[in-house]
């Protein structure tokens, strides 16, 4: 199947510092990609819809100041958590939608904010 | 709103048992349904799928039919194997919603010899 890949998987950051998460469909060409957060024993929480060459669109509750997403290419999403805080901490997951509609996920980055 | 509640977790078996993780939805109108599976360190994976009442989507040995009298996508197998260890979340998913897919909170497997 279609592969998708997150870099980094895991990051440790201070506080006050901003992080960036790729997301690469490495196979395919993805107009849409999608990113998620997900909280210990809880649901995938959809955070916002990239699209390639467009502005995201933030699911309501979503700061769009705190996590910039940019969708730069077919290929490539990037999400950065800006002034992270502890509360930050989460896991967190993009898609990407091929062009049959069938969605492929990343493996995940873990963020830990100190 | 539309949502899923799935059945928490975690879910020990001995291999060969019979598997069945429970997933009801709410939602307005008639989405689509899916399991994923995530193996340990790996994304998200699709499963199965069902797109319209009484279909019956396969993979794998895993088997789950679109209940819509009772809003149910139950997830079963007849006979696990270690390798089935991992974490299933349903989700529902409406076309004409922007492609939005809504997770459940997903549960954990873990079978042993």
């Known amino acids: 199947g279609a592969v998708v890949s997150q870099h980094p998987s895991r990051v440790i950051c201070k506080s006050g510092t901003s992080v960036k998460i790729e997301c690469r469909s490495l196979d395919f060409q993805a107009t849409t990609m999608f990113w998620y957060r997900q909280f210990p024993k809880q649901s995938l929480m959809l955070m916002a819809t990239?699209?390639?060459?467009?502005?995201?669109?933030?699911e309501q509750g979503v700061e769009k100041d705190k996590f910039l997403i940019n969708h730069a290419s077919l290929t490539l999403s990037t999400l950065t958590v800006t002034s992270a805080h502890p509360e930050d901490s989460s896991f967190y997951i993009c898609?990407?939608?091929?062009?049959?509609?069938?969605?492929?996920f990343g493996e995940g980055s873990r963020l830990t904010v100190l | 709103g539309n949502s899923v509640t799935q059945m928490e977790g975690p879910v020990t078996l001995s291999e060969e048992a019979f598997l069945t993780i429970n997933c009801t939805y709410t939602a307005t109108g008639y989405p689509s349904l899916f399991w994923y599976v995530q193996y340990p360190g790996e994304g998200l994976q699709l499963l199965l799928k069902a797109t319209k009442a009484d279909d019956k989507g396969s993979n794998k040995g895993f088997e789950a039919t679109y209940r819509k009298e009772t809003t149910s996508f139950h997830l079963e197998k007849g006979s696990v194997q270690v390798s089935d260890s991992a974490v299933y979340f349903c989700?529902?998913?409406?076309?004409?919603?922007?492609?939005?897919?809504?997770f459940g909170t997903g549960t954990q497997l873990k079978v042993e010899l």
């Open positions: 898609s990407a939608r091929q062009g049959t509609g069938e969605l492929f």
């Open positions: 989700a529902l998913l409406f076309t004409g919603g922007g492609n939005k897919l809504t």
């Open positions: 990239s699209n390639e060459g467009s502005k995201a669109t933030y």
